[in-house]
């Protein structure tokens, strides 16, 4: 498990997703670190409600990027959100469920542990 992190259990941080391969780090888990400008943190299961309100903040996780290996995201997926997106897709009631074994600790520096439940898968 790279760099030891822990999930919002405090214990050793799960695999999120290798198929897409997501993270920060691209190694399949919601690593962060000073590389890491969105702290993607949240392992989250995407919905096509929450990938419309990404997509209409400026964020189209729906369309392949070649450039950086990304084919696209749709419902169903696990994704290493950023957590800003996910607490503002919360706040406007369209957050996906969250995978919280493999949901980095870090996450809770900006989310309390009450919302991350509200919406465990």
């Known amino acids: 498990m790279p760099n030891n992190q822990l999930n919002v259990f405090g214990k050793e941080l799960e695999l999120c997703c290798s198929s897409p ?5 691209r190694d399949g888990y919601c690593n962060t670190g000073t590389n890491d400008l969105g702290t993607h943190t949240v392992c989250a299961i995407v919905t096509d409600k929450f990938l419309q309100f990404s997509k209409s903040k400026g964020n189209d996780l729906t369309t392949p990027n070649p450039f950086y290996n990304f084919k696209g995201l749709k419902q169903g997926d696990k994704w290493c959100l950023c957590v800003s997106r996910w607490l503002e897709a919360f706040e406007a009631g369209c957050a996906p469920d969250v995978l919280l074994e493999a949901t980095n600790i870090k996450t809770l520096d900006y989310v309390n ?9």
């Open 113 to 121: 542990f009450e919302s991350l439940l509200e919406h465990k898968a």
């Open 21 to 25: 391969v997501t993270g920060a780090y």
